[in-house]
């Protein structure tokens, strides 16, 4: 049975400056998430008024707590994958929704695939009847197990359609065509931001992913699990670095519709990983090796040619500078939820 469309007024009432202008309204899919609740304090803070939706599966309330007391910002609980309309103009849109970590997204892989492709063609009608221009966030997940690196945006991925990643990977390329051919026959106004591994303040304790599960770990002295040999590399990109790259993408007027990598080239194993936090949070305890799940990328690195050229943009903060804000954060977190803690390290001085 189809779903009644549902009807979301976000109910502005435009204050009157000095020139009369109306403020910019972005909508954000996803923005309950980490990336998305970073990106609506930003956009909060540049003066925009923000719209959010989430369903709340794996988003948090808490992650908008301070963007609810603003008066310029509105969230409504809706799954995107029901077909929704926005009363009044929508100037930009961010498709930030779906479950980013194997854990979460594998919970319900049915839904995750039906998250990337119904609710972004959701979106991109909604797009196309405001005349708004539209941000995919697609993924590194698209290249698969990668037997090329650095991987290029032309480089096309060699990816397991029937795997347990399948939901997100496949999820995530069937929604850059839907992106790209709604472009293509309507001239819809899209980006494609093939976004790498990011981490910072906001992520989930329970994310599932290396960072916070390396993180939280160590700062309840337990072992560190590393799967496989631990040979296997990332790239991770800081939050504010990520959040500059969307917000430039979103605004460039020569960037073209293609997928463009947004991540850090800078390559780590996953043990170097383990002795960089065992290094800022000594109490952890031993580093642990499990099975290395099914799929499970051997490399993942970012070319991001595309990104210096045409954006100007390359990340700043490097993983040692960016994991102490991201360690005080789960420090917090944990506390709130009345988790066990190790004893903190003195503090250590790190360069970017």
């Not at 609740?37 to 707590?65: F, H, M, P, Q, Y």
Request: proline share 6%.
């Amino acid at each position: 049975m189809e779903h009644r469309m549902k009807r979301i007024d976000p109910n502005f009432k435009d204050a009157i400056g000095t020139q009369d202008a109306r403020k910019r309204i972005v909508l954000i899919a996803g923005g309950a998430g980490f990336i998305g609740s970073n990106l609506c304090t930003r956009l909060l803070a540049a003066g925009d008024r923000v719209i959010c939706i989430d369903n709340l599966e794996t988003g948090r309330l808490e992650n908008l707590s301070d963007a609810m007391a603003n008066p310029d910002f509105r969230f409504f609980q809706h799954d995107i994958i029901k077909r929704f309309s926005i009363v009044g103009e929508v100037d930009r849109i961010y498709n930030l929704a779906c479950p980013a970590s194997p854990p979460k997204y594998q919970k319900d892989p049915v839904h995750t695939f039906l998250t990337s492709v119904l609710g972004s063609l959701n979106l991109l009608e909604l797009a196309d009847a405001k005349s708004a221009r539209v941000l995919l966030s697609s993924t590194s997940e698209v290249y698969g197990d990668p037997d090329v690196t650095p991987q290029t945006e032309s480089y096309r991925g060699l990816v397991n359609t029937v795997g347990p990643r399948a939901c997100y990977d496949e999820g995530k390329r069937a929604a850059e065509t839907l992106f790209y051919e709604m472009h293509e026959t309507r001239g819809v106004d899209v980006r494609i931001a093939r976004i790498f591994n990011t981490y910072g303040p906001g992520m989930d304790p329970e994310d599932g992913r290396v960072i916070s599960n390396f993180v939280v770990q160590a700062l309840q002295g337990h072992d560190l699990t590393v799967y496989g040999t631990g040979e296997q590399t990332r790239s991770f990109c800081y939050i504010s670095d990520m959040l500059d790259a969307l917000t430039l993408l979103m605004e460039s007027e020569t960037c073209g519709t293609g997928p463009i990598n947004l991540g850090n080239p800078h390559e780590f194993t996953i043990n170097e990983l383990a002795e960089l936090v065992h290094i800022q949070l000594p109490s952890g305890g031993a580093v642990v090796h499990r099975d290395l799940p099914r799929d499970d990328p051997r490399q993942r690195r970012p070319d991001i040619t595309l990104a210096k050229t045409l954006l100007n943009w390359e990340p700043k903060v490097a993983l040692s500078a960016g994991l102490g804000p991201t360690i005080g954060y789960f420090r917090e977190e944990l506390r709130k939820i009345q988790k066990p803690l190790a004893e903190p390290a003195a503090e250590i001085a790190v360069s970017k």
